[in-house]
């Protein structure tokens, strides 16, 4: 009877110790502060588990090349923009991708000579600090002055980012070009999307900084785009970073998440068209833009509807 008593206060003592151990080793919903805590211990797995659908070449029957515009100042974009600073759990997307290409191995590519569209020529961590800076113009010396926001370790002597620059340069740095891909697959009978490169948009360059008044808004637009990074490419550094939540603060979603589902906001630049023409290279009236913008719009929505009949 003692040896049964023993056994049974031994298994009981077990299993109290063991609760006590799983009790301490969950995680707090809040910090000792009080505010939420941010637990993001798998982030660098979820990376190496993107989700990707590979599409027949032989099941695509119909596709069509559009840019569009992502800007920051549109509410619905907020979170893709803030925190201006980063911190300890949250960066911008644009600091997202900054990081990636300067202490990573994020590729930069160069945009067509005189165009907008991306090139395949990859631009080196070196030369990037020609693209990512600051310039204004000093009409005492009529020269232009430039202050890079890429600078070296003193230290490492390794590129990185300036802190004193940084505050300057994203306050002006509002919008984004994305190169856009819309296709209709037959296997499943659906029109997709899907985001071939993305390249941030700076109105303080060298080229508009030299431009008089007179120039053209294609111009100055042209002279906007720094480089591209391809979007599949900066998909796993995407997949590592929160957002910053917006009216809730235990929402756990990644940049990534944050694009495929589409919670961001855009503007129609143009298509791939018989002329190879964005819409401010023949238009110049607001209304006329928008006119086009609707009708090429529309054109994409109708293009699904019109395969059915009911």
Known sequence: MKKYLIVSLVITISFFSNYVGAQETQLSFFEKDGTVAIQSTSMNS????????????????????????????????????????PNEEYRSLFRVIMDAAIKDSLKAYEK?????KPNTK?????????????CEKDTVNNSIRKTPLIISDSITQQPT???????DFVKNQLKFLIKELVFFDKHTSRLYTSII????????????????NTVDKWSYFQSSVICWFKF???????????????????QRLTFDEFFAQKFYSD????????????????????????????????????????LWEY
């Open 197 to 212: 490169a993305i390249a941030p948009l700076y109105p303080f360059t060298e080229q508009n900084v030299t431009l008089d």
């Open 161 to 167: 980012i300036s802190s004193y620059a940084y505050k």
């Open 267 to 306: 503007y129609l630049l143009g298509d791939n068209n018989i002329n190879d023409r964005m819409l401010l290279q023949y238009l110049v009236h607001p209304d006329k833009i928008r006119k086009e913008q609707k009708r090429i719009e529309t054109e994409l929505l109708n293009f699904e509807q019109d």
């Open 112 to 116: 067509v000579e005189r165009d907008i």
């Open 232 to 250: 599949k490419e900066l998909r796993p550094y995407l997949a590592r970073q929160y957002v910053l939540p917006d009216v809730n603060s235990t």
């Open 122 to 134: 990859v631009l080196s961590k070196d030369s990037l600090k020609n693209f990512f800076q600051i």
């Open 46 to 85: 979820m990376a190496d588990t993107i989700a990707v659908v590979n599409h027949r070449y032989d099941d695509i029957v119909f596709s069509r090349m559009v840019y569009r515009i992502i800007d920051m100042r549109d509410k619905q974009n907020y979170q893709l923009y803030f925190p201006v600073l």
